[in-house]
C-alpha cells in the first residue's frame, strides 16, 4: 500500500542520547516535512526538505538533525541538545502543488 | 500577534446541527488554506483545502474563505458524534509547501 511510515511509533530517551526517527513514503513525494505537537498545540515545522540532498530549517529547528540521500527517506534526530524532546513527531510529505499528508507519528518520551 | 489563530474550544454542538469553525492569519500574501482533524492520539487528516474566496463544499463540509478579512471557516452540517475532534487550521504563506498551524478548535458532538 502507498503511505508514509513513520517508526517506531513510541521512543524512549535517556539523557545525553540522541534517537533517530525514521520516515519513508512510496508515493515519490518531492517534499518532506517534520512537526512536532505538544500536549494542547498545534503543529510547529522542525525541518523540511524540497529534493533530495537539500533540506532547511523550520522554526524550530535547534537540537534536531536531518537528511535527505533518498527521496524516498527523510529521518530526525533527536539530539541531546534538544533539552525538551517529548513530543509527538509528525512527519508529512506532498507532491507539487499538492496537500501535505502525515505518517502515524511517533510518540518521544524521555526516561 | 500569532501567525494563524483558533479559539481552542471546546465548541460543544448537538447531534444534527452546524458546527462553524473560525480561523485567522496575519500574513496577506498567504496562499491556501487547509483543514485538518485530528482525533486524540492520532496525526491530522486532511478533511478540506481551498485556495479562492468564496465557498467549497465536499458531503457535509464546506469551507469558507475571504482574504480581505484574512478569515477562514469550516462548518460541518449535520454534525455527527464521530465529527468530535480537534480541527487543525493550516495556511501556506509561501509557494515551499511550508505550513502554519493554528493551535486547534476541540469539537464535541453530543448525542
Known amino acids: 500500500d502507498g503511505g508514509i511510515t513513520q517508526s517506531p511509533k513510541y521512543l524512549f530517551r535517556k539523557e545525553g542520547q540522541n534517537v533517530t526517527l525514521s520516515c519513508e513514503q512510496n508515493?515519490?513525494?518531492?517534499?518532506m516535512y517534520w512537526y512536532r505537537q505538544d500536549p494542547g498545540q498545534g503543529l510547529r515545522l522542525i525541518y523540511y526538505?524540497?529534493?533530495?540532498?537539500?533540506?532547511q530549517k523550520g522554526d524550530i529547528a535547534e537540537g534536531y538533525s536531518v537528511s535527505r540521500e533518498k527521496k524516498e527517506s527523510f529521518p530526525l534526530t533527536v539530539t541531546s541538545a534538544q533539552k525538551n524532546p517529548t513530543a509527538f513527531y509528525l512527519c508529512?510529505?506532498?507532491?507539487?502543488?499538492?496537500?501535505?499528508?502525515f505518517g502515524d507519528g511517533t510518540r518521544l518520551s524521555i526516561l | 500577534q500569532k501567525e494563524v489563530e483558533q479559539n481552542s474550544g471546546p465548541l460543544s454542538v448537538p447531534e444534527g446541527a452546524i458546527a462553524s469553525l473560525n480561523c485567522t492569519y496575519s500574513?496577506?500574501?498567504?496562499?491556501?488554506f487547509f483543514w485538518y482533524r485530528q482525533y486524540s492520539g492520532k496525526s491530522p487528516e486532511l478533511i478540506m483545502f481551498?485556495?479562492?474566496?468564496g465557498d467549497k463544499e465536499d458531503g457535509r463540509f464546506t469551507a469558507q474563505l475571504n482574504k480581505a478579512s484574512q478569515y477562514v471557516s469550516l462548518l460541518i452540517r449535520d454534525s455527527q458524534p464521530s465529527d468530535s475532534a480537534t480541527y487543525l487550521c493550516?495556511?501556506?504563506?509561501?509557494?515551499?509547501?511550508?505550513?502554519?498551524f493554528g493551535q486547534g478548535t476541540t469539537l464535541q458532538v453530543k448525542p
Open positions: 508529512a510529505s506532498r507532491r507539487e502543488d499538492q496537500p501535505q499528508h
Open positions: 508515493l515519490n513525494h518531492d517534499a
Open positions: 526538505s524540497q529534493i533530495v540532498n537539500d533540506f
Open positions: 500574513d496577506r500574501g498567504s496562499q491556501s
Open positions: 481551498i485556495y479562492s474566496n
Open positions: 493550516a495556511v501556506n504563506p509561501s509557494n515551499t509547501g511550508k505550513l502554519i
